[in-house]
C-alpha cells in the first residue's frame, strides 16, 4: 500500500515531516514526541490522530510492558509512528497485502490494523490461562511447592493489572471512536471492524477480571495451605520436644544426689530398669496421645 507509511521511532526528520508535509497540529507533535503520552483520539478538519498503547510480554522481565503507537490517517495517507518498535506492527509489515489486499482506503486501512493487532492481543489470553492452570495443578496435586508458588502468584497478579491498565483506556478510545463525533472518519468497513475490536476488548476485560479474581482465590487458598502447614510443624516439634522432655525429666529426678531408700547400689540392675520402664510407659503413652490428635 504506496499510501501507508510505518516510522520506527523518533528523530528531528520525522518532527519535520509531521510540521512541513503533513501539517500536524504542533500540539500533536508534541504527543508524538513527550515520554509518556496517554491513549487518545482527536479529529482535525483534515486528519484522525489515535495514539494508543499495547501490551507486549518480555519474557525476561517476565512483565508486559506498553508500547505506544500513534496514527495520523487523512483520506491521501496513513502514517504510523511506532516509537517502541512493537512486535504487531512489524508483523503486519510482513502481511499487509494479505489484509489489505490490493487497493485498500486508508480509513478502512487503519480499522483493518487496529483490529489485526487487538485480535493478536485477544490470543494473549490463553498465556494467563496457562499460566493460572499451572498454578491451581500445583496448589492441590503438589503441596511441597507452597513457598514457591507464592511468587508466581504475584507475578501472574501483576501482569494482570498491567495488562488490564493497558487495555482498557485502549477500550475506551475504541468506544470514543464509534460516536457520531467521529462519522466523517468512518467507513461502513470501518463499522464493522470498529464493532468487531469493541467486542474483542469488552471481552477481554471480563475475562482478565475474571482471571483476576480467580488468581486472588488461589492465593488465598496457598496462604491457607501455608498456614496450616506451618501450624502442623508446630504441633509437631512441640509433641517431639515434649516426647524428649519426659525422660529428660525422669533422669534428672533420680539423678540427684538424694536418697530415695527403694534404690540402693545393693539392688543391682532392677532400679535401672524400673526408671527405663517409667521412661518407656509414659513416652509410650504421650506418643499415642498426640499419633491420636494427629499431632506427629
Known sequence: ??????????????RNLLETECQIDRLHIEDVFTNTQLAKTEKKENYLYVAFHFPEFDKHKRNF?????????????????????YKHISKFQEIQDDI?????????????????IITRIFNTLGRFKA????????????????EDLLIEILIIKRNLINFISIITPMERVIKELQTPKYNKFITTRGI????????????????LNNF???????????ETQIARSTNQTIRTLTSVNLLVLIPTIITGFFGMNVNFGWHQDSDGFAP?????????????????IFKNRKWI
Open 212 to 222: 483476576k479474581e480467580q488468581i486472588t482465590l488461589l492465593k488465598e487458598t496457598n
Open 131 to 146: 499460566e493460572i492452570e499451572d498454578v491451581e495443578r500445583a496448589i492441590f496435586e503438589n503441596s511441597t511447592r507452597m
Open 192 to 207: 464493522e471492524k470498529l464493532d468487531d475490536s469493541h467486542d474483542k476488548l469488552e471481552k477481554m476485560l471480563n475475562r
Open 100 to 116: 489489505l489486499g490490493k487497493t485498500p482506503t486508508t480509513f478502512n486501512s487503519f480499522y483493518e490494523i487496529i483490529d489485526f
Open 272 to 288: 535401672v530398669f524400673l526408671i527405663v520402664f517409667i521412661i518407656s510407659t509414659l513416652t509410650t503413652i504421650s506418643f499415642i
Open 1 to 14: 500500500m504506496k499510501n501507508l507509511s510505518i516510522i520506527k521511532g523518533l528523530s528531528p526528520e520525522l
Open 65 to 85: 510492558l506498553s508500547k505506544e503507537v500513534h496514527f495520523f490517517v487523512t483520506n491521501e495517507y496513513l502514517k504510523i509512528i511506532d516509537k517502541d518498535n
